[in-house]
């Protein structure tokens, strides 16, 4: 059992910037990677961000390489999504996700805990 806990979304205007955090608790040691998912209202969820516990390997989603940055601190178990040059495009539900896999990391099935969701508004 992995518990996920997700904080830092809010309502930002478009531009500015948030940083999400995800701490991970329970059962963890077989949790080799973690990723960021988002949903809009009416849309499905998807892959923003992930990163492996174990080196420096990340991943993004297109729209958001050059403006979000996600981190690790390891002995908190925690990561974390920096969100900047926000859009209103960014305003959606985001997820944060525990997964046993080290590879296809942007898949959403590849993901086996996951928290309630931070809310994040982006006005223009």
């Known amino acids: 059992q992995v518990q996920l806990v997700e904080s830092g979304g809010g309502l930002v205007q478009a531009g500015g910037s948030l940083r999400l955090s995800c701490a991970a608790s329970?059962?963890?040691?077989?949790?080799?990677?973690m990723g960021w998912f988002r949903q809009a209202p009416g849309k499905e969820r998807k892959f923003v961000a992930a990163?492996?516990?174990?080196?420096?390997?990340?991943y993004y989603t297109e729209s958001v390489k050059g403006r979000f940055t996600i981190s690790k601190d390891n002995a908190k178990k925690t990561v974390y999504l920096q969100m900047n040059s926000l859009k209103p495009e960014d305003t959606a539900v985001y997820y944060c996700?525990?997964?046993?896999?080290?590879?296809?990391?942007?898949?959403?099935?590849?993901?086996?805990?996951w928290g309630q969701g931070t809310q994040v508004t982006v006005s223009s």
């Open positions: 329970g059962r963890t040691i077989s949790m080799n990677a």
């Open positions: 996700a525990a997964t046993l896999s080290l590879v296809e990391l942007t898949r959403i099935n590849k993901y086996d805990y």
């Open positions: 990163v492996r516990w174990t080196g420096a390997s990340t």
